[in-house]
């Protein structure tokens, strides 16, 4: 067990709708990042959050937002969703900012129909 | 060209065998490597912690880095069954910034 919680662990849903994909960090992290894992891209960085801060974005769409709240879970907020969009979202979390190993969650899978 | 190529596999080995998975990158600025193991429908879990080239021993798992060659290793030793996953290697730059890039993974097969 990493010490990495996300929720929900499956959620279908249909095109054109929005999900909220919730991460709690392991206890003390303070960073928060988020991976989308697709077959056949694999593992990609979307957004990095530190301490409620926005700290790095990757290939993170503009239908795709995030937030850190002050307890230092994170939301990863997906909307007008596609077909494409059906992967599996992890979040992973580390201690700081710097140079330190990140933890995974085992996921959110998100299937659309 | 991806950053990072890692073969996919399957790789079968008997129980036992030494195993050896590898990758190759593209970006020399890459300092921080990593090895993930990954079983089905669960999250990666970090294996191995590296820093610049060279080796790290780890119980029955042994990380090398040839930065010379931009080529990466992950050694088993008497592998298990258990030990049946997908592997990802991932790397990162000597920046604040912790985008970690990741190999598209190996998939491991330890028969009894």
């Known amino acids: 067990d990493s010490g990495v919680t996300q929720t929900p662990k499956h959620l279908i849903t249909a095109t054109g709708q929005r999900v909220t994909l919730r991460c709690s960090p392991r206890?003390?992290?303070?960073?928060v990042y988020w991976y989308q894992q697709s077959l056949d891209q694999g593992l990609q960085f979307l957004i990095q959050?530190?301490?409620?801060?926005?700290?790095a974005k990757g290939n993170i769409l503009e239908r795709f937002s995030a937030q850190q709240f002050p307890d230092l879970h994170s939301e990863l907020n997906l909307s007008s969703l596609e077909l494409g969009d059906s992967a599996l979202y992890f979040c992973?979390?580390?201690?700081?900012?710097?140079?330190?190993?990140?933890?995974f969650g085992d996921g959110t899978r998100l299937s659309i129909l | 060209q991806k950053e990072v190529e890692q073969d996919p596999g399957p790789l079968s080995v008997p129980e036992g065998a030494i195993v050896s998975l590898n990758c190759t990158y593209s970006n020399s600025a890459f300092q921080y490597f990593m090895w993930y193991r990954q079983y089905s429908r669960k999250g990666p879990e970090l294996l191995m912690y590296?820093?610049?080239?060279g080796n790290k021993e780890d119980g029955r798992f042994t990380a090398q880095v040839d930065k010379s060659s931009k080529y990466i290793s992950l050694f088993i030793r008497d592998s298990q069954p258990s030990d049946s996953a997908t592997y990802l290697c991932?790397?990162?730059?000597?920046?604040?910034?912790?985008?970690?890039?990741f190999g598209t993974g190996t998939r491991l097969l330890v028969s009894p």
């Open positions: 991932a790397m990162r730059m000597n920046t604040g910034f912790q985008k970690l890039v």
């Open positions: 992973a979390s580390s201690v700081g900012q710097e140079h330190q190993p990140q933890h």
């Open positions: 590296t820093y610049s080239s």
């Open positions: 959050y530190y301490n409620g801060e926005e700290r």
């Open positions: 206890s003390g992290d303070l960073s």
